[in-house]
């Protein structure tokens, strides 16, 4: 079964969130989205897939949406990409640049 992975070059950070469920991969989006402001990255990609679930369930993809919809998520960005696989959101640099990559399980 896949798990979340994620991928920090320094200057922006890939989360992607297969294997999550629901409620873990929003927890996994903002302790990321967090560390990722909080580190001066500039970019913040959330890979959620297509999102297709048996029995109408929610679905990460739905989730992640509907936050960026509700505006509980576009706050943190001067600019948001939407794709049919993944969101990019583009962050505000107001931190200085720690290089301290961030890890999985600082997020996890």
Do not use: C, F
């Not at 979340?4 to 890939?14: C, H, R």
């Not at 998520?73 to 969101?87: C, D």
């Amino acid at each position: 079964m896949p798990q979340p992975q994620l991928d920090d070059d320094g200057t922006s950070v890939t989360l992607d969130l297969h294997g999550a469920t629901v409620d873990e991969a929003v927890a996994l989006t903002y302790r990321t989205l967090r560390l990722a402001e909080d580190r001066g990255r500039t970019q913040l990609k959330l890979i959620h897939g297509s999102s297709t679930s048996q029995g109408g369930g929610r679905t990460i993809k739905h989730e992640l949406h509907k936050l960026l919809d509700d505006g509980d998520l576009g706050t943190h960005a001067t600019n948001v990409m939407r794709s049919r696989n993944h969101i990019v959101l583009s962050l505000d640099l107001t931190a200085a640049t720690d290089p301290t990559p961030i890890r999985l399980d600082e997020v996890w």
